[in-house]
């Protein structure tokens, strides 16, 4: 019985999640655009080995359904990704005004800081969840934070509990000083996103038509080679998780260029639109970005694809080494992915976007001040001085991995492996 009673909870847990999730995801498609406060949403479950071990070490109780639903308030969580540190108020706002969300507590770390410099804002809040004809209030956890921190709370939960190594003080001492450096940037950016909104105007610019020019069936083969590329960076993916080794890869995002910014591209460079010139003239037409860890997990996922024999690698550009002028870091391939569609063996070309938490952070914010927008000098060159920022960051996260990785079981484990291999 007391099986069932678990099982139950977690389906409520569950349904919680999914409600919030709608509501923040509306609330996010309702405000797109240039101040849309949501960079992106996560959502998770606790393990049932998370719940037991906080159970019997902080309140010394038994894994009863009656314990976590008295006890735990974070079992269902939902993490919201803001760009920037004034959004943060706009998502408090909205909570506090659903008339279906209850705000039963909240912990705030803006103004007061943790020890190691963490700023965020929590809340403990109820939603109705309706379970066999019964409507039942259900508690779940929001944290709200920047883009910034969440990059570098990232990595420091990948390095201080999946490398199973114990952090020194010294360790701890490094990643208190790196967030407290993303507190500045937050605060700088902050300051200077408000001053640009009063000012920013994004041209409407009407979309593309072309009566003679249907793209759907064209764009077929890059939507079948984009989700083979996919399968192959999750095949990746899995075969770290299954070996039980540090999987490098954060994330992946894939995109088939929407059929105005292909037309656009070719008018841009007084190319005629034609399917021939698409294909000849445009490589990014399907593209996929991997997100890492850390600088050696890019140079570990570089290794791995130029040896892959499935795709055939064309064009490579290295802007980690070489940035760009603006201050995009980043790896790129272009790939040829063989494929059949209707019977006939043909291939597709793929970029492929390889960088880390840290250069997708920069990526976004430049992508929220810049794309599509007459961009003024100044916010130019305030971005370079943050990508500059972000690179001593990168280095010096990318130098406390190394250290704290070469002792974990799980990276010796790797070295016999490759050792075998």
């Given at each position: 019985?007391?099986?069932n009673?678990?099982?139950?909870?977690f389906?409520?847990?569950?349904?919680?999640?999914?409600?919030l999730?709608?509501?923040?995801n509306?609330f996010?498609?309702?405000?797109?655009?240039?101040?849309?406060?949501?960079?992106?949403?996560?959502?998770?479950?606790?393990?049932?080995?998370?719940i037991?071990?906080k159970?019997?070490?902080?309140?010394?109780?038994?894994?009863t359904?009656?314990n976590?639903?008295?006890?735990?308030?974070?079992?269902a969580g939902?993490?919201?990704v803001?760009p920037?540190l004034?959004?943060?108020?706009k998502?408090?706002?909205?909570?506090?005004?659903?008339?279906?969300?209850?705000v039963?507590?909240?912990?705030n770390?803006?103004?007061?800081?943790?020890?190691?410099?963490?700023?965020?804002?929590?809340?403990i809040?109820?939603?109705?969840?309706?379970?066999?004809?019964?409507?039942?209030?259900?508690k779940?956890?929001?944290?709200?934070r920047?883009?910034?921190?969440?990059?570098?709370?990232?990595?420091?939960?990948?390095?201080r509990?999946?490398?199973n190594?114990e952090?020194t003080?010294?360790?701890?001492?490094?990643?208190?000083s790196?967030?407290?450096?993303?507190n500045?940037?937050d605060?700088?950016?902050?300051?200077?996103?408000?001053e640009k909104?009063l000012n920013?105007?994004?041209?409407q610019?009407?979309?593309?038509?072309?009566?003679?020019?249907?793209l759907?069936?064209?764009?077929k083969k890059?939507?079948i080679?984009l989700?083979?590329?996919?399968?192959?960076?999750n095949?990746?993916?899995?075969n770290y998780?299954?070996?039980?080794?540090?999987?490098p890869?954060?994330?992946i995002k894939?995109?088939?260029?929407?059929?105005?910014?292909?037309i656009?591209?070719l008018?841009?460079?007084?190319?005629?639109i034609?399917?021939?010139n698409?294909?000849?003239?445009?490589?990014?037409?399907?593209?996929i970005k991997i997100?890492?860890?850390?600088?050696?997990d890019?140079?570990?996922?570089?290794?791995?694809?130029?040896?892959?024999t499935d795709?055939?690698?064309?064009?490579?550009?290295?802007?980690?080494?070489?940035?760009k002028?603006?201050?995009y870091?980043?790896y790129?391939f272009?790939?040829a992915?063989p494929?059949?569609?209707?019977g006939?063996?043909?291939?597709?070309k793929?970029e492929?976007q390889?960088?880390?938490i840290?250069?997708?952070?920069?990526?976004?914010l430049e992508?929220?001040?810049?794309?599509k927008?007459?961009?003024?000098?100044?916010?130019?060159?305030?971005?370079?001085?943050?990508?500059n920022?972000?690179?001593?960051?990168?280095?010096?996260?990318?130098?406390?991995?190394?250290?704290i990785l070469?002792?974990?079981?799980t990276n010796?484990?790797?070295?016999i492996k490759?050792?075998?291999?």
């Open positions: 019985m007391q099986n009673d678990i099982d139950t909870l389906i409520k847990y569950n349904e919680a999640l999914k409600i999730k709608e509501k923040f509306k996010s498609t309702d405000n797109l655009g240039d101040e849309n406060p949501i960079s992106h949403i996560k959502t998770r479950i606790k393990t049932k080995k998370s037991k071990n159970l019997k070490d902080k309140f010394n109780l038994d894994y359904a009656t976590i639903e008295n006890s735990l308030n974070d079992i939902v993490r919201i803001c920037f004034s959004d943060i108020n998502i408090i706002d909205f909570v506090n005004n659903d008339p279906d969300i209850t039963i507590g909240f912990k770390y803006i103004d007061n800081p943790k020890s190691n410099g963490y700023t965020g804002y929590h809340l809040v109820s939603v109705p969840v309706l379970i066999d004809g019964k409507t039942e209030q259900v779940a956890e929001i944290q709200i920047t883009m910034a921190i969440d990059a570098i709370l990232s990595l420091e939960h990948k390095l509990y999946k490398s190594v952090f003080e010294e360790n701890n001492e490094k990643i208190t790196i967030i407290n450096f993303c500045l940037i605060a700088y950016m902050d300051n200077f996103i408000q909104r920013m105007i994004t041209p610019t009407p979309t593309e038509k072309n009566k003679t020019l249907n759907n069936n064209f764009l890059y939507r080679a989700k083979k590329v996919e399968s192959i960076i095949n990746i993916k899995n998780i299954d070996n039980d080794l540090i999987n890869i954060e994330h894939g995109r088939i260029k929407p059929t105005n910014s292909i656009s591209k008018k841009s460079k007084n190319i005629d034609t399917i021939e698409i294909e000849k003239n445009i490589t990014d037409i399907g593209a997100v890492c860890s850390f600088l050696s890019v140079e570990e996922l570089i290794s791995i694809l130029n040896n892959r795709i055939l690698v064309l064009e490579r550009q290295d802007y980690i080494t070489n940035p002028d603006c201050g870091s980043s790129h272009v790939v992915v494929l059949e569609v209707d006939v063996v043909t291939f597709a793929i492929i390889v960088r880390t840290i250069m997708d952070f920069w990526a976004n992508h929220i001040l810049c794309y927008k007459d961009t003024d000098y100044e916010t130019k060159e305030q971005l370079k001085r943050i990508a920022a972000l690179k001593l960051i990168e280095l010096e996260i990318d130098e406390l991995a190394k250290t070469t002792n974990s079981p010796t484990k790797r070295k490759e050792k075998s291999n």
